[in-house]
């Protein structure tokens, strides 16, 4: 069966200081990858998605940027975190091509920046 | 663009009671599938129950069901014999047909279930 990881669970970071979120795949290959970013009492906001090493797409504008160094590892990071970066991030998987359209999520890191 | 409208921000049901949860969307297009996924306070997202844009039928996993009106666009979903751990935000969401489509979410209904 599929699980998808993310770490850390929970950060706090310092406005300024750099950024890297994890997310991997098990159990799949060639997954579609998302991060999704859910502000305190918001839904979810599609950040960057994947179908592909070295193909990454991003839906908003912003100091963030994403990686995919590895088929089943997809990374979130910043140079530079702002106050608004603050948030839950989500990353999710799909499987890739044509037939299935679930999208199925990691358990989330809770990021604060002050 | 497509947008999902949640226009329940909270909602209360007394368990083993029947609760609907209201969704709209709008799209121009004619091949998208339809989701609603569950929060729970653990925060993960839980793929609740799916629907084809293509399929009259409307979806049915176990007390979960939804109400799928296409001309309407609207797709709600009914939680029948309500129980305690159905408490949790409930997200609407759209995507595309083909690969690439993503998923677009609405704002979310809390749902309270009261014992």
């Known amino acids: 069966s599929q699980t998808i990881h993310q770490w850390p669970a929970t950060l706090v970071q310092p406005v300024g200081s750099p950024l890297s979120l994890e997310c991997t795949v098990e159990?799949?290959?060639?997954?579609?990858l998302y991060w999704y970013r859910q502000a305190a009492g918001r839904g979810l906001q599609l950040l960057f998605y994947?179908?592909?090493?070295?193909?990454i797409s991003s839906e908003v504008p912003q100091n963030l940027s994403a990686s995919r160094p590895q088929d089943r590892q997809f990374i979130l990071s910043s140079k530079k975190l702002l106050l608004s970066d603050s948030g839950f991030y989500l990353c999710?998987?799909?499987?890739?091509?044509?037939?299935?359209?679930?999208?199925?999520f990691g358990p989330g890191t809770r990021l604060t920046v002050t | 663009a497509q947008t999902v409208t949640q226009s329940q921000p909270e909602m209360s049901v007394q368990e083993a009671e029947t609760v609907t949860l209201s969704c709209t969307y709008d799209t121009s297009e004619s091949d998208y599938y339809l989701f609603w996924y569950k929060q729970p306070p653990s925060r993960q997202m839980i793929l609740v129950i799916r629907?084809?844009?293509?399929?009259?039928q409307n979806a049915t996993e176990n007390r979960f069901s939804v109400n799928f009106q296409k001309a309407a666009k609207s797709f709600s979903l009914k939680i029948s014999d309500s129980q305690l751990g159905d408490a949790a935000m409930y997200f609407c969401a759209y995507r595309s047909g083909g690969s690439q489509g993503n998923l677009i979410f609405g704002k979310g209904t809390k749902l309270s279930v009261k014992p």
């Open positions: 629907q084809e844009a293509y399929k009259q």
């Open positions: 159990g799949t290959s060639n997954p579609n």
């Open positions: 999710a998987w799909s499987v890739g091509g044509t037939g299935n359209y679930e999208q199925y």
């Open positions: 994947s179908i592909g090493i070295d193909q």
